[in-house]
Each structure stands twice: as C-alpha cells, then as structure tokens.
C-alpha cells in the first residue's frame, strides 16, 4: 500500500492571504515543516512566517521549471496556489500543469491543489459567467483529479477548492470594499438578490491540514468550502447586530460598478503581468462582471453538512465571522470593526491582498 504520509510541505502561494493562515495550521504543534517559495525572501510576511518556526522560505518564482524543482526535493507534500492575478488565466493554467507534473516525477507522496470552481461550466458555458481566475484553476482542478485516477498510486492529490475571502468585505482595495456614507457602512455591488459563498481564512488552514492529516480519504477529493451563502442584506444585517452601527446592501448596476472606485482598474489586465495586446487577457472589468454574475445567480453551491462533519467547530454564519473580525481586532489593538472600516484607519492597515501590498507589481 503506497503511503501518503507527509512531513515537509512544498509551498506556492505561501506569504498570501491564502497562504499565511494555512502555513500557521500545518506548523501550529511542528508536526509538518513547510518550504516556502517567495520572490522575495525579505518581504515583511516572508520574515512573519520564518518566526512561527518550522518554515524555510526559498526565492525565485513558480514559472521556472528549475525552481519548482528546487523547491520540491526533498518535500513529500505540495500546496501549490498559483497567482492568477500574476499571470493571467493563460499562463496559470500552464504553470499549474507543470507544477503537478514536476511533483509526481520529484516524488511527491501527497498534493494539494488551491482551487477555485469552473464556474463557467457550473453555469452551463455561458460566457457571462467567465471569470478567469476562476475558470482558469477550475479547469485545471478537474484535470488534476482526471489525471489522479492514473496516477493516485504513485501520489496522491487532492483538490481545495475555496472562494472570495470573508476578509474582502471589510478590507480596502478588493471587489467589495465598503465605504462610509452619511456615517453608514455600505456595500455598493453588483450581486441583485443573489449570495456570495464567502470563506473565512482561518478555516482555509484547518481545512488544508485535514487534507494532509487524512490523505487516504483526501485522494481524489475536490474539498469546496465556504461558511455559507452570504447575500449583502443579510450581511449588513449582521454588521448592525454585531457593532451596533448601520449598515446597507445597495445593489448596483454593472455599469454603475465600474464607474465607482474601481474605474481606474477596469481596463487593465486582471492578470498583472498578462498582456493586454494577447487576446486571451481578460481586462479586470470583464473578469470581474463574470465574477459578480456567478454570485447573482448563485452558480455556486457548496456541501455544508460534509463540511460541518470535516469541521465540526467551523464558521458557520456571517455573523459568526464578524463577531470573531471584531474580537480578533479588538485583541490586537485594531480596534471595533466599525472603526476599522473607517476611511482614516482603513488607509493604515497593512493590505489583505500581498498583490495590493505590492501595488500589482512584481515580476511573473
Ligand atoms: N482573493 C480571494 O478572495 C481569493 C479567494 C480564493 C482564491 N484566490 C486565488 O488565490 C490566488 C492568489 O493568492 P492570495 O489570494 O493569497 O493572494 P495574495 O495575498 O495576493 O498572494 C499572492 C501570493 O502568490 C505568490 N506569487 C505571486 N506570483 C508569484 C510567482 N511568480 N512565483 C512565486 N510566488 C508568487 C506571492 O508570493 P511572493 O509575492 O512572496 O512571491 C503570494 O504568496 C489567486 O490565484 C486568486 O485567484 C483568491
């Protein structure tokens, strides 16, 4: 019987929102060491996850074969999250091929996938549902668990499929930062009576060190989570009840989107480092109407009650989450959710995203 076990993880995507919180939960009690590959070893959240312990960061980039190839020897396990907002959905999917590819011929035991849905497809190839950063690694999820059925003896794979962080929608510079006006909270998006499957971070770590704990069950598996279907009213809503201050869902038109405070985005490549010149680039704008008419129709629906069973002590409610936001930030010294959301101290917390923190700059 092939073993799966794991004990040092290969990680692509590690100084990410997605990364650091699934680092913290493999190497919380030292039963996994990760290798972290970064452009930048230096970087503030490169140094942040050298001092939890049991990390080593390696530098280079995911699209160079002889990194990749650096950085798996002697790893047993991958994480693998390849940056779509980097590359553009062309070239993530290429680099997502080889990074599978070059695991199983470095001897990987176990790997995992950091996935998002084929939208496209759950919406029946209506191309008002393309968003590449989604279509771009759900296509190449189902490849990996197609290709796994071949070779799930050699090494194991599974697939992780998450979604739009809760954290987006309280955190500035992401497609559902809210503003303040006339001292209300508000979320002005395009998403109609429909619901966003929102994940919490946190849970992303328990979630990734349960398919490494559990690689016989995990092989061949495509996890999708979320917390649940989160639309705007009920998360306005829940704001109120948890900070006693107001809140409002205000649904805007597409048009209206993009003549807001993502204007000056809207005709740039969602990718980075795509080219705008190469006819497969989407520009931010058509990603992200795509993006927004998969939750109007709530093209995405999730298992709760196999995640319930998987995590038991999971968040399960948008309240829930925000309650946790607020206390979480109170401890820190961040302060109430409401004063996080302030414009003042809006400007002053270090970005969600490490791509805003890098102001979309940086090499592929
Ligand atoms: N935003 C969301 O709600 C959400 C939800 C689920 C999935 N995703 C997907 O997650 C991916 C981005 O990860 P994130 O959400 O954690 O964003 P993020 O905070 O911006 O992090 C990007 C990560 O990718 C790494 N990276 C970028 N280019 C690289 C390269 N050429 N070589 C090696 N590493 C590279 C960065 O590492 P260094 O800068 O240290 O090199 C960083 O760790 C995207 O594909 C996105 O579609 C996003």
Not at 47 to 66: P, S
Not at 336 to 357: D, G, I, T, Y
Request: charged fraction near 25%.
């Amino acid at each position: 019987m092939t073993s799966y076990t794991t004990s040092k993880i290969f990680v692509v995507g590690g100084t990410g929102a997605q990364g650091l919180p699934v680092i913290r939960a493999l190497v919380a009690d030292k039963k996994y060491a990760v290798r972290v590959l970064s452009r930048d070893a230096a970087s503030r959240r490169a140094k942040a996850l050298l001092a939890l312990g049991n990390v080593e960061i390696i530098e280079g980039t995911f699209a160079d074969e002889t990194t990749l190839r650096a950085g798996l020897r002697g790893c047993d396990g991958a994480y693998i999250n390849i940056d779509g907002f980097n590359t553009g959905e062309k070239t993530e999917m290429y680099w997502a091929i080889r990074s599978y590819e070059i695991a199983i011929e470095a001897g990987i035991k176990f790997f995992v996938y950091g996935n998002l849905d084929y939208a496209l497809k759950k919406a029946g190839y209506d191309s008002k549902f393309r968003a590449g950063h989604y279509d771009g690694k759900g296509r190449i999820g189902e490849w990996i668990l197609f290709q796994n059925e071949a070779n799930k003896e050699r090494m194991g794979a599974a697939v992780f499929t998450t979604g739009p962080y809760m954290e987006m929608a309280i955190a500035a510079m992401t497609p559902m930062t809210p503003s303040i006006e006339d001292g209300v909270v508000t979320w002005r998006v395009p998403l109609g009576k429909g619901a966003v499957p929102h994940v919490a971070l946190e849970d992303c770590g328990y979630y990734a060190r349960w398919l490494f704990d559990h690689p016989e069950r995990a092989n061949g598996m495509n996890l999708e989570v979320a917390i649940e279907q989160v639309g705007y009213h009920d998360l306005a809503a829940a704001f109120e009840r948890v900070t006693g201050h107001p809140a409002q869902y205000i649904d805007t038109e597409l048009e209206a989107y993009w003549s807001g405070p993502l204007k000056m985005a809207a005709n740039l490549p969602a990718g980075y480092n795509a080219d705008l010149n190469d006819k497969s680039t989407m520009t931010f704008r058509d990603n992200f109407s795509g993006f927004w008419n998969i939750w109007k129709q709530e093209v995405v629906r999730r298992d709760y009650a196999l995640l319930d069973e998987i995590h038991p002590h999971r968040i399960k409610s948008v309240e829930q989450w925000l309650r946790r936001e607020d206390q979480l930030g109170r401890e820190l010294g961040k302060g109430s959710l409401w004063e996080r959301l302030q414009p003042e101290n809006m400007s002053r917390q270090p970005p969600l995203l490490k791509l805003a923190e890098d102001q979309r700059r940086g090499r592929l």
